[in-house]
């Protein structure tokens, strides 16, 4: 089964507005990642959060870890019609990676 | 520039034939893993590679063989296709293997 679970499965917002994603997983991690993936295309990293990090900013991305959870999130502040795309988790343990599900987001303009 | 090439890009097939799917990264990186994406199904782990020599499965990898002979190729080879195996792949590569991946374009495989 898959380790990582997001949620929502879909998200639509209008530009300027703020989307939350959130993911859960089930073992003890090293790290965690979130990639964005344009239809049909690569996944592309995003930002990593390690293990012993509680919140990671880069740009308009913010992404927390709760290990007591199992869980993380990440925040895109100020949405732009370009970030219109599919969001995953995922984690590597002993090179076993792990993706979840992914949300896919939708930015209206 | 940095990159991870795959080929080809789309493929159609019968049932049976074999093919391969190459996988080239160009950044050294020591860990290298295929993934396939299917709707509703996420993406998935097929086979990933530690290092030259060095193969493990995923957690699909029945009907599929992988070998990594040199470090900056890991290509996926389908022996015996079947319709089952038509989904959209992904090859990734990654300097250690626990941090961020580099992934390829896809390749859109059909089995009828």
């Known amino acids: 089964s898959q380790q990582g679970e997001e949620d929502p499965q879909a998200l639509s917002i209008q530009e300027g507005e703020n989307a939350t994603m959130n993911c859960s997983y089930k073992?003890?991690?090293?790290?965690l990642q979130w990639y964005r993936q344009n239809s049909g295309r690569g996944l592309v990293h995003l930002i990593l959060i390690r293990s012993n990090e509680r919140e990671k900013h880069s740009g308009r991305l913010r992404v927390t870890l709760d290990t007591s959870k199992k869980s993380s999130s990440l925040l895109i502040t100020a949405s732009r019609a370009a970030d219109t795309a599919s969001y995953f988790c995922a984690t590597v343990v002993a090179g076993k990676s792990t993706f979840g599900d992914g949300t896919t987001l939708t930015v209206k303009p | 520039e940095a990159q991870v090439t795959q080929n080809p890009r789309y493929l159609i097939t019968v049932t049976g034939k074999k093919l391969t799917v190459t996988c080239s990264q160009n950044?050294?990186?020591?860990?290298m893993s295929w993934y396939r994406q299917d709707p509703g199904l996420g993406l998935r782990q097929i086979y990933y590679?530690?290092?030259?020599?060095?193969?493990d499965k995923g957690d699909v990898p029945e009907g599929y063989k992988v070998s990594r002979k040199e470090k900056r190729n890991f290509p996926l080879i389908l022996e015996s296709p079947s319709p089952n195996q038509t989904s959209l792949y992904f090859c990734a590569s990654s300097p250690a293997g626990i941090g961020e991946q580099y992934f390829g374009p896809g390749t859109r495989l059909t089995v009828t």
């Open positions: 950044m050294n990186h020591e860990y």
């Open positions: 590679s530690m290092n030259v020599e060095v193969t």
């Open positions: 073992t003890s991690i090293n790290n």
